[in-house]
T-cell receptor, first 111, second 111 residues
Framework: SQQGEEDPQALSIQEGENATMNCSYK?????LQWYRQNSGRGLVHLIL?????REKHSGRLRVTLDTSKKSSSLLITASRAADTASYSC???????????FGTGTRLKVLA | NAGVTQTPKFQVLKTGQSMTLQCAQDMNHEYMSWYRQDPGMGLRLIHYSVGAGITDQGEVPNGYNVSRSTTEDFPLRLLSAAPSQTSVYFCASRDKNTEAFFGQGTRLTVV
């Protein structure tokens, strides 16, 4: 079964708006990462947040992590049409070497 | 610096045929993994390796074999292809508790 579950499954917004995606997971983690995938391409790493961190920023990206709720959110501010892609979270689980991915949120930014 | 290189990019197999998907990385990463991605689903872990000579099963290992004779290479073998193995396959490499780097994927069709 998938460790991470993203919500919503799909999101459509206008250019300039903010996009928020959520990820929930089930077990203890060492870190949580967010990736972006354009259609038919490989995944590209966006940001990694460790279990002892609560918030992290990278450009227009803001990631939060709440280990008590086993959830994370990815905020993309001032979205652009080029942000249209699928966004997935992955967890590095305590005690294992596996990175487990969620099903992803398909974001569409309308120009 | 090529990163993670997967070959081939596309492959069509007949049921029962065997083949090897190649994956090579030039970043001296300890950890390498193979994932498959089916339509509407997230990446599912097939097999992974934490170093040369060490491999382990992921979520969906049946029908696939791997070996890790060198740090750089992590081939995935399909011994007897089945239509259920039609998918897009991604190889990834990383260091412990860091972000994963992905290849561009192999689109496999089994007829």
């Amino acid at each position: 079964s998938q460790q991470g579950e993203e919500d919503p499954q799909a999101l459509s917004i206008q250019e300039g708006e903010n996009a928020t995606m959520n990820c929930s997971y089930k077990t203890s983690i060492n870190n949580l990462q967010w990736y972006r995938q354009n259609s038919g391409r490989g995944l590209v790493h966006l940001i990694l947040i460790r279990s002892n961190e609560r918030e992290k920023h990278s450009g227009r990206l803001r990631v939060t992590l709440d280990t008590s709720k086993k959830s994370s959110s990815l905020l993309i501010t001032a979205s652009r049409a080029a942000d249209t892609a699928s966004y997935s979270c992955a967890t590095g689980n305590s005690g294992t070497y596996k990175y487990i991915f969620g099903t992803g949120t398909r974001l569409k930014v309308l120009a | 610096n090529a990163g993670v290189t997967q070959t081939p990019k596309f492959q069509v197999l007949k049921t029962g045929q065997s083949m090897t998907l190649q994956c090579a990385q030039d970043m001296n990463h300890e950890y390498m993994s193979w994932y498959r991605q089916d339509p509407g689903m997230g990446l599912r872990l097939i097999h992974y390796s934490v170093g040369a000579g060490i491999t382990d099963q992921g979520e969906v290992p049946n029908g696939y074999n791997v070996s890790r004779s060198t740090t750089e290479d992590f081939p995935l073998r399909l011994l007897s292809a089945a239509p259920s193995q039609t998918s897009v396959y991604f190889c990834a490499s990383r260091d412990k508790n860091t972000e994963a780097f992905f290849g561009q994927g192999t689109r496999l069709t089994v007829v």
